[in-house]
């Protein structure tokens, strides 16, 4: 049967591709789960437009992809119909593991990461498609002899991030976020099977690495999606804790979620575990009304009464957050309501020195790494933003 399909892309035009294998994958429950897991978490509260999903990510990484394998190709580089769509399978199942509201919610229901779920429904499928996911999962490790391949995968200039940058910038409308994804694209090269960028396309990985830093601060980062998440990630942590919530929420998924040791039952309940879940679990709080904790902050999250956010970029004043505390407890009249003050950190790494850094390629022939010829501040070290969360009172 003919399975080739056009995706309308928003960011890219129309789009298809080349295996069918990867349509086989796209209709697969766990994947098609994607459509329900928005791409930046809870960041539609400061930018609205920002309701896009992992579903549209994962098809424009993978649509970069193919036109990466196109440009190498073009140079001579030798890669086989086999390896071509191995990689793409891998970038189009690189976020699959993702947790509701994307990484909002990490590291709640399961101490692994998205990458590690991304792995165990990698050999799930592997196991369904009888070993046709071999190469790919040896290319998403790191396994496979030609690393430019798992580079394009995962690395400081791979084809998740060309996508997420572009695409984020698009749906905020934020314009800072904006690259040069199709010249970056046609400056690749691979030399000693490293990945590398033709000297003349520095400039453009400038603009990338400036952007992603700005994106961070300015959307992933923004102090009210901060407040957002923190709330989001308190509420369900009590939820799970509550024994009465747990009673009258009968099989509400985010609730009996659990990272079981069978797979196969972990893919079952994965399968329904999205977005949607989270938000019927904060609606059904609300109307109940038996933990005033957790209503107040189900009501926050649905109405948008969020908190308030002190940042620094030096560690709080000792005793602030205790303060907060007490005048907190003092205006709830609840001890319970203490876990409202809430402090925590983000750091931002725009770049990484060491052993996989973005190489160039000079014209001499010679490669060189990034931070030797990067004509500005690429900032290498990490950034990192202290915060206090807490009700506005």
């Not at 905020?172 to 590398?196: F, H, N, Q, S």
């Amino acid at each position: 049967m003919y399975k080739r399909k056009i995706f309308n892309d928003p960011v890219y035009g129309f789009i298809s591709f080349e295996y069918d294998l990867l349509y086989d994958l796209i209709e697969e429950p766990l994947f098609q789960r994607l459509r329900r897991i928005k791409q930046c978490g809870l960041s539609d509260y400061v930018y609205p437009g920002a309701l896009h999903t992992r579903f549209h990510h994962a098809l424009g990484a993978t649509h970069l992809m193919q036109q990466a394998i196109q440009v190498l190709r073009q140079k001579g580089v030798s890669v086989s119909h086999d390896e071509a769509e191995a990689v793409c399978i891998a970038i189009l199942l690189h976020d699959i593991g993702h947790a509701p509201f994307s990484h909002a919610l990490e590291g709640i229901f399961t101490n692994q990461p998205h990458e590690a779920i991304s792995l165990r429904i990698f050999h799930h499928l592997n196991e369904k498609y009888n070993g046709a996911l071999d190469m790919a999962i040896r290319i998403f490790t790191g396994q496979y002899p030609n690393r430019f391949l798992h580079q394009l995968v995962s690395g400081q200039l791979d084809m998740d991030r060309m996508d997420y940058l572009n695409r984020d910038s698009y749906f905020t409308g934020v314009a800072e976020g904006i690259i040069g994804y199709d010249r970056i694209i046609k400056m690749l090269d691979v030399r000693d099977d490293r990945l590398v960028v033709e000297e003349k396309g520095i400039y453009s990985i400038e603009k990338f690495l400036i952007a992603r830093k700005i994106m961070y601060w300015q959307v992933y980062l923004h102090k009210t999606v901060i407040a957002a998440e923190q709330m989001l990630r308190l509420f369900i942590t009590e939820a799970r804790a509550s024994e009465a919530i747990r009673q009258w929420s009968g099989d509400s998924n985010p609730l009996i979620f659990q990272d079981q040791p069978d797979n196969r039952t972990f893919m079952d309940q994965l399968t329904t575990f999205d977005d949607y879940d989270i938000v019927g679990l904060l609606k059904k709080t609300v109307r109940h009304q038996h933990n005033p904790l957790l209503s107040y902050l189900a009501t926050g999250l649905l109405e948008r009464k969020l908190f308030k956010v002190i940042t620094a970029f030096e560690p709080m004043e000792s005793g602030m957050a205790d303060r907060l505390k007490q005048d907190i407890v003092r205006y709830f009249g609840d001890d319970r309501f203490v876990k409202l003050v809430i402090e925590g950190s983000e750091t931002n790494t725009p770049y990484r020195e060491g052993d996989d850094e973005i190489l160039i390629l000079k014209k001499s022939g010679e490669i060189e790494t990034f931070s030797k010829v990067a004509g500005f501040s690429h900032t290498p070290h990490e950034l990192t933003r202290y915060y206090i969360c807490h009700p506005r009172i």
